[in-house]
């Protein structure tokens, strides 16, 4: 069954914890992954590997520089989730 | 009815004998490269994990780095000199294309008329050759094989390029690979993926030097020609080495019937320690592993990365020989190559 927006976020929210040590409750949709949560460019291939892992999806390096926020990431993923 | 061809009579057992390692006198620090780019000693230790590098100065050539390395992994291997039967040498940076560095290693070595050649594998290159030496021990065909890896990548750095100028250094290293009288090498787990050829290159071939040869000469801002320089997609490099190798490094120990636990080291590429690290991690290797980081002090050497910090991990003492290593080399090609060695 695919992930709601909210079901996303809060997995992504555990994701970015996991690597980046930032609190869950941080992880917001505004957030920058490079500017507000520490998530350079090679955690954040990290992020995603762990990502399509979770939502069952495939997230190309051409798109991955096109996910600025965490929102991005949320979006991307629900229309192109498996 | 065909002639009875004899078939040749090796060791069943390869095993490495020796190694060693040279490393250029001249010590960079992340400081003199900060001179060229806009960026920090912290952004490159963070990206990276390297603090250092050595260059190579006008004396240490490609040939002569490999000769230090070279003496010092025969010596190691308790072997003379002319029971080497093959020369295998793998570089990128060696930039006269014929006759081979390998033939005047063996020659200035005193490996009499051993067999000799360069390959080009670039950052598996070690492993390569490791496993060309395996095959040669095993047929009959050398009775020992001196594998060297030397890169002057400072050769092909671009200092201006703030995401590379940061990663390459110079240096050689060396095995001697011989029989043994029981298994000491497991099976070689390698291959090639040729549609990812640009994800890491050389930025112009050589004949595109030649006037005419393409569209625009490659020319710096202040219009001179310039220098091939190695350059790479940093976030595609970083996934495929994380994910895709830990893959092939499992396979490799997979082949050798080696679990994690059995294993004392790992010694991956040097590439980048945040690669390391994510490998590491994606194998979930036991605490008791231990890790080569010689990328710190040492940069990315390509080819030579592997005997580097095997030769450093047995002088410092955390490793020791009998050790059963898992090594894995990757790049540029993009190509890899896996393999579980029982140390020097």
């Not at chain 2, 072997?79 to 930039?95: K, L, R």
């Not at chain 2, 410092?316 to 020097?344: C, E, H, M, N, R």
């Given at each position: 069954m695919a992930a709601t927006q909210e079901e996303i976020l809060e997995?992504?929210?555990?994701?970015?914890?996991?690597?980046?040590?930032?609190?869950?409750?941080?992880?917001?949709?505004e957030k920058s992954f490079t500017d507000d949560l520490d998530v350079d460019s090679l955690s954040m291939v990290e992020v995603v590997v762990a990502a399509e892992e979770r939502f069952d999806v495939k997230i190309p390096d051409d798109d991955v520089k096109n996910l600025k926020t965490v929102g991005d990431a949320v979006d991307y993923i629900l229309k192109h989730q498996g | 009815m065909p002639s009875k061809i004899e078939?040749?009579?090796?060791?069943?057992?390869?095993?490495?004998?020796?190694?060693?390692?040279?490393?250029?006198?001249?010590?960079v620090p992340n400081e003199e490269i900060l001179k060229h780019i806009d960026s920090s000693d912290e952004w490159i230790r963070s990206r990276s994990g390297i603090a250092t590098r050595h260059w190579?100065?006008?004396?240490?050539?490609?040939?002569?780095?490999?000769?230090e390395a070279a003496g010092k992994?025969?010596?190691?291997?308790?072997?003379?000199?002319?029971?080497?039967?093959?020369?295998?040498?793998?570089?990128?940076?060696?930039?006269?294309?014929?006759?081979?560095?390998?033939?005047?290693?063996?020659?200035?070595?005193?490996?009499?008329?051993?067999?000799?050649?360069?390959?080009?594998?670039?950052?598996?290159g070690f492993v390569y050759g490791l496993t060309i030496a395996k095959g040669l021990v095993v047929d009959g065909s050398a009775d020992h094989v001196l594998v060297i890896g030397v890169e002057r990548?400072?050769?092909?750095?671009?200092?201006?390029d703030r995401s590379t100028a940061f990663l390459f250094g110079d240096g050689a290293g060396a095995v001697v690979v011989g029989p043994s009288d029981v298994p000491a090498m497991g099976p070689s787990v390698w291959g090639s993926e040729g549609d990812k050829a640009d994800v890491i290159t050389q930025t112009v071939p050589w004949d595109g030097f030649r006037v005419g040869a393409v569209a625009e000469l490659p020319l710096g801002e202040d219009g001179e020609l310039k220098f091939p320089a190695i350059r790479q997609e940093g976030q595609t490099v970083f996934r495929w080495a994380v994910f895709?190798?830990?893959?092939?490094?499992?396979?490799?120990?997979?082949?050798?019937?080696?679990?994690?636990?059995?294993?004392?080291?790992?010694?991956?590429?040097?590439?980048?320690?945040?690669?390391?690290?994510?490998?590491?991690?994606?194998?979930?290797?036991?605490?008791?592993?231990?890790?080569?980081?010689?990328?710190?002090?040492?940069?990315?050497?390509?080819?030579?990365?592997?005997?580097?910090?095997?030769?450093?991990?047995l002088a410092?003492?955390?490793?020791?020989?009998?050790?059963?290593?898992?090594?894995?080399?990757?790049?540029?090609?993009?190509?890899?190559?896996?393999?579980?060695?029982?140390?020097?």
């Open positions: 997995g992504l929210a555990e994701i970015v914890n996991e690597i980046a040590g930032i609190p869950t409750e941080d992880v917001e949709r | 078939p040749g009579k090796g060791s069943a057992y390869p095993r490495i004998l020796g190694v060693g390692g040279y490393r250029p006198t001249r010590v190579a100065g006008p004396e240490e050539t490609v040939a002569q780095m490999s000769l992994a025969v010596a190691s291997a308790g072997i003379a000199p002319e029971q080497i039967g093959a020369v295998v040498i793998s570089t990128v940076s060696h930039f006269k294309q014929t006759p081979s560095i390998a033939t005047e290693i063996a020659h200035r070595l005193g490996a009499g008329k051993a067999a000799a050649f360069d390959i080009s594998a670039a950052c598996a990548l400072s050769d092909l750095t671009d200092v201006t895709e190798m830990a893959k092939v490094a499992a396979q490799a120990l997979e082949a050798a019937g080696i679990s994690p636990g059995d294993l004392d080291v790992f010694i991956p590429h040097q590439a980048n320690m945040r690669i390391i690290d994510s490998m590491v991690k994606t194998l979930k290797l036991p605490e008791h592993v231990t890790v080569a980081r010689d990328v710190e002090t040492t940069g990315n050497t390509s080819a030579a990365s592997i005997p580097l910090a095997m030769e450093r991990l410092t003492g955390q490793a020791k020989s009998g050790d059963t290593a898992l090594v894995i080399g990757f790049g540029a090609g993009l190509v890899y190559a896996a393999t579980v060695v029982t140390l020097p």
